[in-house]
């Protein structure tokens, strides 16, 4: 099946440094990824997407110089989170559709996340 | 905002069947149905989707109504392991606009 793997899976560092979040798709090709957000309690928020070889989408109160994201090639994108603060602490997802051909579309699969802890 | 309703929680007997129900009364003709679960701590793990039809596979049936306005994902035979929220999402995963916008879903707990 689809497997998204995201890297790493947990990170704590101190306020101000600048954090990269990597998210591959290992055994399928796709265009769009997507990157969510989640705090304790809450469901997840879709943050942005990512189109290889474009500029990502962001949601409505995103801030896209905060949040960098690259989708390079067809299996990796990459979300950074510059200076970051203790309020940007959260469990970050990352999820991948294939490339289908059509028909009954293709659904969206998941990494694992990341839990960020910011000090 | 979520399209669809769902129970907050729900409890099921292990090897039971579990059943749970999802309203979307404003879904439009081109959306299909998602269902997803987060087991505690995970990513989101696709478990089915479909869009007039019935749908089973290894993990799941979805029981979608013949108005579409709503659907019920079966689990035949729970197991602790089965514990998680689960969401039902619908979306136009065709469009430029796909996008899977999650609710609050419904905590099934799977009790021994």
């Known amino acids: 099946g689809a497997v998204v793997s995201q890297h790493p899976s947990w990170v704590i560092c101190k306020s101000g440094t600048s954090v990269k979040i990597e998210c591959r798709s290992l055994?399928?090709?796709?265009?769009?990824m997507f990157w969510y957000r989640q705090f304790p309690k809450q469901s997840l928020m879709l943050m942005a997407t990512?189109?290889?070889?474009?500029?990502?989408?962001?949601e409505q109160g995103v801030e896209k110089d905060k949040f960098l994201i690259n989708h390079a090639s067809l299996t990796l994108s990459t979300l950074t989170v510059t200076s970051a603060h203790p309020e940007d602490s959260s469990f970050y997802i990352c999820?991948?559709?294939?490339?289908?051909?059509?028909?009954?579309?293709?659904?969206?699969?998941f990494g694992d996340g990341t839990r960020l802890s910011i000090l | 905002d979520a399209k669809t309703t769902q129970p907050p929680s729900m409890d099921c007997a292990e090897g039971r069947a579990a059943n749970l129900p999802c309203n979307h009364s404003?879904?439009?003709?081109?959306?299909?149905v998602y269902w997803y679960r987060q087991i505690h701590s995970q990513g989101p793990q696709y478990i089915i989707h479909?869009?007039?039809n019935n749908e089973t596979n290894e993990m799941a049936s979805l029981i979608i109504t013949e108005d579409r306005k709503s659907s019920t994902l079966i689990l035949p035979h729970a197991t602790l392991r089965d514990t998680a929220v689960y969401y039902c999402?619908?979306?136009?995963?065709?469009?430029?606009?796909?996008?899977?916008?999650f609710g609050k879903g419904t905590l099934l707990t799977v009790n021994p």
């Open positions: 999820s991948a559709r294939e490339i289908g051909s059509g028909g009954l579309r293709q659904p969206q699969h």
């Open positions: 055994d399928f090709q796709a265009t769009t």
């Open positions: 990512s189109n290889e070889g474009s500029k990502a989408t962001y």
């Open positions: 404003t879904i439009s003709g081109n959306e299909y």
């Open positions: 479909g869009l007039k």
């Open positions: 999402i619908v979306s136009d995963s065709g469009g430029s606009n796909y996008k899977l916008t």
